[in-house]
Each structure stands twice: as structure tokens, then as C-alpha cells.
């Protein structure tokens, strides 16, 4: 992949190659002048992409070095506009040429008014100039350094479960917990966790959250960061606290003091458990505070933050306490070191005990810096010369004591940062863009890269080398996972506050992006890659340098408020437009020159202000991804129909598109679809899209054209379709022939019952995630399910379980690793594992209703918990609808006696959850319903 696309360190150059190779090409009749200087600048440029690739892989550069290599990157950036503009042109408004020959007279025209002739001397000359230069600094005296690229680990899941759980967090954990829960007095309490970055301290409290936090009527969790909206942190407490009110807040447009007012009023009486982590100033700490009531329910709050004054500003009552969080000891720091290169705590060869001991002192007990070394060490050979040179090459120790500025810790990320192919620091660097905890879709991420031309193959797939550069980033801990078991379609990720404060670091360097966040922002003379955050633009001179550098701006994301962006005119170079700032304020106009940005291939609206496309959004003839769902456009204009490159299409629920349009965009592959003008016309075209791999159909169907959309959907099934969601009356139809066969589905999400399981679905060989409600679950239902070989992730919801308890045997779910068992039948708890029962199970979520288990004393701990082997998280959510508070207790009590009998009990994250506890009723009112059942004659 070296010199394919766009990187960091190479600019565009791998890019302006291929771009010069197809101007040589046969389909391009040009003067011969002309050609003579594009094969001059292809044959300079390919000699010294060589020296340029080098120069980016090395660690240490001299002054004179980095100042070419950065002339170059800059060089190759604007060789690639000028190119552009070039093809445009040639291609009367295509920005991927039509190859249209043209004669030498009309040539001459062309390059006199665009002076495209002038341009491309200019670049000549600066090609001859920075190789004169490289002659004269003696460059090529720098070796190539290899690169290698490998698959996702599958051991990762089990590394972050070791720092999180065995290695000394369950003792911290229950040391905070006691804080929280022993003190006798019911007043309000704070416990503060404060340590330097990253010790663990957001992984400390989450757990102790995930751990209690069901016990409390209402719980919530936010992250401050460094430059909060503190308006938007109040919203996301109340979106979790109380749903209405905070859509009412949403269409109301709330301002700060009315926030603090509803939530305290929400609150007041009420026993609530809070979580305000990485907290940077006393005053940030104090508004919030004032939101949260002083009351005698036994309410809580944790605190988290890296700066003693503010943990101690937040306990100024005697009741609450401070945590230091103190890094991991010699024991501890070796059990994750080995667990993550060895698989085993403690299985060290002893040619490497003294190095790897050597090392560990210098991480000096910090979670992060073990995970980051071990991981870079796990991809090496176990040689001890190999990690001598990388315990040299480490700094001299973190110091927690003197309160260090991170120099060190950065030393050591860097090690990994630099031991990454030039792609993947390239596709690293991009998430500089992103503000501090950010949670970013995995899809999104991916293709953007793919718009910015950082993922380029010679064969295969972009997405899928999209997808391979994604785990490989995984893999070496530069970027985590979000855990969020429960999420079937979407997977989001993050990367590490310190991780980022690293990136952004290097992409300033690099002029690789620029983020206005409100923190000392230095404007580069040309913006190649834009991120707008919160408060980004107060600062003086932004907007001048945004427009200064309009012509070269290659990505806009725009997270924060709008307030002075004007609107967005000849942006000729963006490659990416996300829009998911401010959701109200930004405007039609805002976009309304959007046409004029040709080589734009991805963009994303996420503004209830933007209520229409502009007719020119045909004009793009680039675009790859158009994500329109969290807008307010409710329809699409009739040139959407030209984008015959449009990958992905995703609108709104309130959407209607014109089933016209899909007869000329072919290369779909993915589209989110509610509503359509003529349902009858998009099933036949919809027959026709043979590249389709994801479809999302919301929205009811009228049972007249489900036949044809269930038709439509076999057909399509024989090509490439992996993924599918749609309702249930359609799976109905889809799955009632047992013959069905849709070979390549690997996702399936049917939204409303089912009357039972389908047999057709038993043909669903290589299904891995399926998430289906039926009215009746029975053994047949059961068999089918347990007869897909592939089966990864079951979601299933049942509402009727009258043919009694059904038995999960040892010849089926050979692969499942999460079931999320939702049941809402009146009389029984529905399932029981027997011996050597889905032997890949780590996650177990159930949901049921708390009365009825217990009015039929269907005791939970005969379900067979202990013949989970590898289960290692268990989610519990009891609903407590119309059931006594000693009844809610009794399923509990369930739980826990048959958590008692499990294996691996000790380790085993247990997490209990009620929902519906307003609606608990008194004894007294069961004992009145009990009676009028007797004498009515009635069951339950």
C-alpha cells in the first residue's frame, strides 16, 4: 500500500503519481508540450517518492530534512488541485473524466483560461528546485524501513477484561463502593478520584457504576473534558434521567438555568447515583453541582479528575472522601504485562524476566503506558536483543510524585505511534479531528478514510482494506472498542484522552489537521483538514483563515456551534463535509453552493435546521456517501438521480424518495429507506441494485406489495446482501418457504413479532447476528435457531411461552457469544441451559417481568447458569411493573443464588438492573388482586 494514496507524511504524492500516469494514458489527445512535462514531473516524482517514503517512516530527522519533506507534502497537495482542476475541465464538468479527446485548438483554449499551461510550469519548476535541494542536503543517505500489516487479535477482548477486572481493579472498586455505600448518614455523598491520565480513573468508576448503579432509582454519567458545553452535558444528564423531559427540553430549546432547574426538580426526593467524570476547573464542577439536590435519600455522586484542587473543591462536605488513585504495584504491573505477551500472568521465559522487569519499571505502574508497550511487544519476536533496543529507547521513568507534564508518557505512546505502517499512522492521525471522548461510528470512520484516499489497494476491496487497517489499530491499542453489548447494528469506538492529545500533537507538526477547540490553536498558513469543536471559532483570525484557505481544504467536520461560519462557497478540494455541529442553527444557505464542491465523496447532515438539498447536489459526481438521517430533509431533489457513484444513502424516517431515482445509481451498497412515492416502481428497481450488501427498510409495508419486496429481497439475496432490517410481516414472508436461501446474509434484524420462527430461516447457514421478536417460541423455534452453524450474536424477544420452560442442549450455538433473552410471557422464566451449553457464551443479557416469576416461584437458579463455562458478563434487567417491592427482591435473590453456583462466580461481572420501579405496588394491593382472582377463578 506504500505510495497508493494519501499519508501523512507523504501528502498527496502516491495520488498525483497515478493521477499524471492516467494524463499519459491514450484516452487523453493533449498538446505535445504538455505531455513532455507530465512525463517529466511522473518520472521526477516517482524517483523521489522513494526518499519521501523513508523520510516518513523515520523517527528522528534533522531540521533540513523535515523542512523538505514537508516542502514536498505541501508540494504534491497542490500538485493534486491543480491536476484536479485539470481533469475537471477536460471533462466538462465530470470530475472523473469522461475522457473526451479534444483538438489541439480547443486545447490551447482550454489551458489559456484556466492557465493551466502557466500552473503546470510553476510546478516544474518547484519539482526541479526541491530536487536540486535534495541533491545538495545529500537525502538519499536514508534507508527504507518495512512495514507490515496483520489481522485483528482475538485475544484483545480478554486484555481489556484482565485491566479492567482482575488486575487490582475489584479491589479499588470495592474500596470505593464501601465509601459510597457504609456511611450511615443518607445525605448526599461525593467521592473523588483524582490521578494523573491514564491510571484507570474513568475505568474505576464506571465499574463501580455498572456495579451499584442498578440499585438507585435514577443514575447517569457524563464526561466534562477540558472545554465543556456545559449546556449540552446538562442535556445528556437529563436524556438519562427522564426522556420527556428532555425532548420537551429539545423542541423548547432550554437554556442552562432551565436545565438545572428540571433536573433538580427531577431529582428532588428521589435517590440518584451520578458520575461527572474529568473534571478540569473548580467553576465547570460548581455549575453542574448545582443542578444535583441536597437530599436524605442516600443519593450519590463520583468525581473524577487529574487535578487535586478540583477533587478537593468537589468534597467540601465531611462526609465525602478523596480517592488517589495510585498506580498499579510490581505484582499487578506483571500480571497485565504477561497476561497481554503471553497469554498467562505468569509465563515469562526467563531469557526475558530481567528486561521485561526493566520496562515495567519505567511504565512506573500506569495501566496505559503496560497496555501500550505489551501490545507493541506482543507483535514481536521474543527476542531479548529486540526488547533491550526498545527499553533504551524509553525515557527515563514517569514520575506521579513531582505531578510530571506527560513528556514521558508521550515518549512511550510514540513508540507505538511509530512502530505503524505509514497508512495506519495516516489513518490514526485522522482521529485528531474527533473532540475528547468522543464516541465515533466504526462505519463513519472507515469511509472517510476511503473519501480522504488514505485506503488504497492494488486488489480487493477498499472497504474491506478499510476494515483490516481498522482492526489493526484495534489490535495495538490505539483505538478502543466502546463495550456496548446491547448495540446490534452500530459499533462506536474512541481513542484514549492522552492517545489524542498525542495525535494532535503530531498532526500540528504535520499539518495534517487543524482543530479549533478553544486550546491555543495555531492556524497554519494553508488548512488542509478542518475540525470546528466547541468554542472553536472565538478564536481571533479563524474565519479569515478558514477562507483563506477554502481552495485547499480537503475535510470539514464541524462538532461544535456554528455561530459565525458563513456559508460554504468554492470549497474545490474537500474530499469530506460532515455537518454535526449545533443541531438547529445551521441553515439551507449554509450549503447552498454546494454543487461547486466536485471532488466531494463524503457527506453527512446532522441538522434539523437543513430542510432541503440544493438541485446542484448532482453535480457531485464523486459522492460515495450521503447520510441525510439525523436531518430534516424530507425529500430529495430529482438530480440526486445523477449521483451514479452513490455507494451509501441514508435519509431520515420522514423521508420520501422517488422510487425513480434508482434506476441510474447502480453501484449502491448500502441504503436506509422509509418511505417511498411508488412503492410498486422501487421494488422492481430495487431488484436491479445486484451490489447491494446492506438494506434498512423501516416503515410498514401494505400487504399487497410484501409478496414483491419479499421477491425483490430472494433475487437480491443470490448476489451479495450481508446485511438486512426489516419488519417482521415482511421476515414472514421472506423466510416461509424452508427452501429459502439468501447464502450471503450475515446480519439479520426483523423490527415487530413474528408469529414463530420461521423454517426458511433454518437455511440462514452463515448468519452471525440475528435479532427477532416472535409471539411463540417453541422447540421447533429452538431447533432452528440452534441449527445455525455461524451464529455469533442472538437477540430474542418473546412474548407467549406456552409451551413451558424449553431446554438450550449441548448440540447447537456452538459460536454464540452474546444472547440477549428478552421475555414478556406472563408465566414462566422461559429457558434453561443444560451441561456443556453454548460453550462460546460471554455475554448473557436477560429481561423479565419480576411478578410473574415470582407468582409462579420460577426459580432462576435452576436455569443453569454454572453450565455456561465461558460466560463472563451477566446482565440482569428485572421490571418491576405491578410487581411488590418483596417480590422484585425475590427474583433478585434468584440471581444472585445462581451466580452463587457458577465456576467462575469470582470473576464473573454480574450486573442487576430494575426498570418500572415508580410503578411498584404496596402488599396490600396484590393482596386485594389475589383475592378477587380466588373468587373470580383466574390465574394470573
Known amino acids: 500500500m506504500v505510495g497508493l494514496g494519501v499519508g501523512v507524511g507523504t501528502g498527496a504524492l502516491g495520488s498525483v503519481i497515478g493521477k499524471l500516469a492516467t494524463l499519459l494514458g491514450d484516452e487523453y489527445t493533449m498538446l505535445k508540450r504538455v505531455r513532455k512535462d507530465i512525463a517529466f514531473l511522473k518520472r521526477e516524482l516517482r524517483r523521489m517518492q522513494i526518499l519521501v517514503d523513508t523520510l516518513a517512516d523515520m523517527e528522528e530527522l534533522d531540521e533540513l530534512a523535515k523542512d523538505w519533506k514537508g516542502s514536498m507534502r505541501d508540494l504534491s497537495y497542490d500538485m493534486e488541485e491543480c491536476i484536479d482542476r485539470f481533469m475537471l475541465h477536460l471533462g466538462n464538468g465530470d470530475a472523473r473524466p469522461r475522457f473526451v479527446k479534444r483538438t489541439a485548438r480547443g486545447l490551447k483554449a482550454l489551458f489559456a483560461r484556466h492557465g493551466i499551461g502557466t500552473q503546470i510550469k510553476e510546478i516544474k519548476a518547484r519539482v526541479e528546485e526541491e530536487n536540486l535541494r535534495r541533491q545538495r542536503l545529500n537525502l538519499d543517505k536514508y534507508i527504507v524501513s518495512p512495514t507490515r500489516t496483520v489481522a485483528i487479535d482475538p485475544r484483545l477482548a480478554a486484555f481489556h477484561g484482565v485491566a479492567k477486572g482482575l488486575v487490582a481493579i475489584d479491589g479499588r472498586r470495592d474500596q470505593v463502593i464501601s465509601w459510597l455505600l457504609t456511611e450511615e448518614s443518607e445525605e448526599l455523598k461525593v467521592v473523588a478520584i483524582v490521578g494523573g491520565g491514564g491510571l484507570g480513573k474513568t475505568t474505576l468508576a464506571m465499574e463501580t457504576y455498572r456495579k451499584i448503579g442498578g440499585n438507585y432509582q435514577y443514575r447517569a454519567s457524563v464526561s466534562v473534558l477540558r472545554t465543556p458545553d456545559l449546556e449540552k452535558l446538562l442535556k445528556d444528564v437529563l436524556s438519562q434521567i427522564d426522556e420527556a423531559a428532555f425532548s420537551k427540553c429539545q423542541s423548547e430549546r432550554w437554556e442552562k438555568d432551565q436545565l438545572i432547574r428540571q433536573i433538580q426538580r427531577i431529582l428532588t426526593g428521589k435517590r440518584y447515583f451520578l458520575v461527572i467524570d474529568d473534571i478540569w476547573k473548580e467553576h465547570h464542577w460548581e455549575i453542574l453541582r448545582a443542578a444535583f439536590p441536597e437530599n436524605n435519600n442516600g443519593s450519590r455522586i463520583i468525581a473524577t479528575t487529574r487535578i487535586t484542587k478540583v477533587a478537593k473543591s468537589c468534597c467540601s462536605n465531611s462526609g465525602d472522601q478523596l480517592y488517589q488513585m495510585p498506580p498499579l504495584n510490581d ?42 508497550i505489551a501490545s507493541l511487544l506482543s507483535h514481536k519476536h521474543q527476542n531479548p536483543n529486540e526488547w533491550e533496543r526498545l527499553h533504551d529507547s524509553i525515557g527515563a521513568g514517569l514520575s506521579y510524585e513531582s505531578g510530571g507534564d506527560g513528556r514521558d508518557m508521550r515518549h512511550i505512546l510514540l513508540l507505538s505511534y511509530w512502530d505503524l505502517p505509514q497508512h495506519l499512522k495516516t489513518c490514526l492521525l485522522y482521529l485528531s479531528i474527533y473532540p475528547e471522548d468522543e464516541e465515533i461510528l466504526c462505519e463513519e470512520l472507515k469511509w472517510k478514510w476511503i473519501a480522504e484516499g488514505f485506503i488504497a489497494t492494488k486488489r480487493g476491496n477498499l472497504y474491506q482494506e478499510a476494515d483490516s487497517c481498522f482492526n489493526e489499530l ?13 448495540s446490534f447494528e452500530e459499533k462506536y469506538c474512541q481513542v484514549h484522552d492522552m492517545v489524542l492529545d498525542l495525535i494532535i500533537s503530531l498532526s500540528n507538526e504535520e499539518n495534517f489537521a487543524t482543530v479549533l477547540n478553544g486550546v491555543s490553536n495555531c492556524l497554519p498558513s494553508k488548512i488542509r483538514r478542518l475540525s470546528i469543536q466547541s468554542s472553536g471559532l472565538e478564536q481571533k483570525g479563524a474565519i479569515q483563515a478558514i477562507t483563506r484557505s477554502k481552495l485547499h481544504v480537503r475535510s470539514l467536520n464541524v462538532f461544535g456551534e456554528r455561530k459565525q461560519i458563513p456559508p460554504l462557497v468554492d470549497f474545490q478540494s474537500l474530499r469530506v463535509l460532515d455537518i454535526c455541529g449545533d443541531y438547529w442553527s445551521w441553515e439551507n444557505k449554509h450549503i447552498r453552493n454546494i454543487g461547486s464542491f466536485y471532488q466531494l465523496r463524503y457527506l453527512r447532515i446532522k441538522s434539523g435546521g437543513m ?117 417482521g410481516e415482511t421476515g414472514d414472508y421472506l423466510f416461509r418457504d424452508p427452501c429459502c436461501t439468501i447464502p450471503h446474509l450475515q446480519n439479520l434484524k426483523l423490527a415487530f413479532c413474528m408469529k414463530r420462527v420461521p423454517k426458511g430461516m433454518a437455511s440462514l447457514t452463515n448468519i452471525l447476528q440475528l435479532d427477532i421478536a416472535v409471539t411463540l417460541f417453541d422447540e421447533e423455534g429452538l431447533h432452528i435457531l440452534m441449527g445455525m452453524p455461524s451464529l455469533a450474536n442472538l437477540q430474542l424477544e418473546v412474548w407467549d411461552q406456552s409451551a413451558g420452560v424449553l431446554t438450550v442442549g449441548s448440540n447447537g450455538f456452538k459460536l454464540l457469544e452474546l444472547f440477549h433473552y428478552t421475555i414478556r410471557a406472563p408465566k414462566t422464566a422461559g429457558i434453561k441451559f443444560a451441561t456443556d451449553a453454548m460453550p462460546a457464551l460471554r455475554w448473557l443479557y436477560l429481561c423479565w ?39 422484585v427482591e425475590t427474583v433478585q435473590g434468584f440471581v444472585e443464588k445462581a451466580i452463587a453456583l457458577h465456576p467462575n462466580r469470582h470473576n464473573l461481572q454480574l450486573r442487576l438492573r ?19 382472582r380466588r373468587r373470580a377463578g383466574d390465574g394470573l
Open 474 to 486: 484495534v489490535n495495538r491499542s490505539m483505538v478502543q472498542i466502546v463495550d456496548d453489548v446491547d
Open 611 to 727: 430542510t432541503e438539498l440544493p438541485e446542484d447536489i448532482g453535480k457531485l459526481q464523486n459522492l460515495e456517501t450521503l447520510d441525510l438521517r439525523d436531518s430534516g430533509i424530507r425529500e430529495l431533489p430529482s438530480t440526486t438521480a445523477r449521483l451514479q457513484n452513490l455507494v451509501r444513502l441514508f435519509v431520515c424516517k420522514y423521508c420520501v424518495l422517488s422510487a425513480n431515482m434508482f434506476g441510474s445509481m447502480r453501484a449502491l451498497e448500502e441504503v436506509y429507506i422509509c418511505k417511498v412515492d411508488n412503492p410498486e416502481k422501487f421494488l422492481e428497481e430495487l431488484g436491479h441494485l445486484t451490489k447491494l450488501r446492506k438494506i434498512t427498510m423501516n416503515g410498514s409495508w401494505t400487504e399487497c406489495y410484501r409478496e414483491k419486496l419479499s421477491s425483490s429481497l430472494k433475487g437480491l439475496g443470490n448476489d451479495n446482501i450481508q446485511y438486512l432490517y426489516t419488519g
Open 331 to 372: 505484582v499487578d504491573s506483571r500480571r497485565l504485562f504477561f497476561k497481554i505477551i503471553f497469554h498467562s500472568e505468569n509465563s515469562c521465559p526467563i531469557q526475558l524476566q530481567d528486561v521485561s522487569a526493566r520496562i515495567l519499571k519505567k511504565c512506573g505502574g500506569l495501566p496505559l503506558a503496560i497496555i501500550t
Open 849 to 887: 417481568r419480576a411478578y410473574p416469576v415470582a407468582f409462579w416461584n420460577s426459580d432462576v437458579a435452576d436455569m443453569g447458569f454454572e453450565h455456561l463455562s465461558s460466560l463472563a458478563d451477566l446482565r440482569v434487567e428485572i421490571d418491576c411493573y405491578h410487581a411488590t417491592l418483596e417480590e
Open 914 to 932: 430494575r426498570v418500572c420501579e415508580d410503578f411498584i405496588i404496596a402488599n396490600e394491593e396484590r393482596e386485594k388482586e389475589e383475592e378477587r
